[in-house]
């Protein structure tokens, strides 16, 4: 198969390309499993194997995919005939950021491969965490397993040769309940990781165990409890909601495709423009945040893009100033281009796709947030006048071009002169991304710091569902509107 790849390149590549690739996934295996109230209520499992060809002619791409790898030629052709007919109508003939031509494997740190557990052992694992959550106040639980293993092997007309043998699990649990009032309140657990690998040994069952009753406990505190004042106070973002507000505010801003207005139609553009980068006060000083695809035990780390390009770490904001995207081959020599000067000197290698059919576009890494030097939580909130604690996404609406936002959360716990005193239930919180930003006021230490994982980031045309991580602390921000 490799050297009827190699031949095919070549053959496109005489045949007037100027560059052409071939992801070809050998095999690509899922199992997702749900339980939901001591029932398995799903249980599926998929495989599919087959070629995606990227061809790059007179400035178009083409692409095409096939699960059929018995007729190579013919996808390769198909996708330089594609490339052909856009050819004809480009408006700005892509060009692709130098890279070395690489030869290389990587392997995503697993000791025990999910795919090698009986599936016995996870459903009893399911009825276990379900156990914990059956009691008193609870009346819907649900927990979730989700297990992916891919081979992906990489070839292109510049050299490049790469394996990719990838494991991912995820996994999770939530309770609903209801108030006096018959609203329904829910409380969530979101599998996050502090060690090394992400194999099976990653579903932690003392971490399972410890978030089941807090969340129990938590969730029956909020059904007694009274409604979220309307006032500004310092909101504190445990790593349960503070992973979405990184997600939805710094990540999905910073992806260079969406400040070039290509998301525009699907999921958004972004309030930065190519002027603001090494200018745009975009946060406090105690605020750095980066793209991170080193992180040995997130979604978020591959080795290489689906470009060839090594994964990177890249400064995104530095103590409060703008100055990285997230970005790939082709968005870097658009935007330097159009912008008349060399803002990315390189690619940031975080070109990936979903699927072997589906085409590579610029997509969050890990995007993280460095820890700080405010402390532990207790320290943080010691230091709080008048403010809340908040944890746990409910809800989210944001601005198409992240410009602000609105958050509800699934608890909150007020702090007044240093110390927590009530919880509330339908907490939520707003605000204009910047300002928010630059009113962060404390960042926690290492021992805040999670690394919280995403399953369902969507983008694209056909959609495309990616996964990643957010490493980030408690952080603090201050004169925020809360409970409207
Ligand atoms: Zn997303």
Redesign the pocket.
Known sequence: MLDEIRAQLDRIKQAGATYVDCRWYPFEEAIGLTMWNGNLKQASASRESGVGIRVLYQGAWGFSASSDTGNLGAVFDKALDNARVAAERVTFPVRLAEKDAIRATFTSPSRIDPFDVPLGDKVAFLAGVDERLDQPGVFQRIGGLDFVRKQIVFLDSEGSEIEKQITEVFGGMEVHGVDADCTSHQRSFRMNRRGDTRGWESVDHDLFAENAERIVRELNSVLQAPPCPVEDRSVILLPGIMFLQT?ETI??ALELDRILGYELAFAGGSFVTLDDFGKLRYGSEKLTARADATLPNSPGSFGYDDDGVPAQNTLLIDRGLLVGAITGRQMVEEANAKARRVIFPESGGANRATSFYRVPIER?TNINIDPGEDGTLEDIVANTEHGIVLDGDRSWSIGSNREQFHFGTEIGWLVEDGEITDVVKNATYKDDTLRFWNALSAVGDASTWEVVYVDN???GQPNQIMQLGHGIPVCRFDGVRIGE
């Open positions: 997600h990540g999905h969050m980031c969507g983008k």
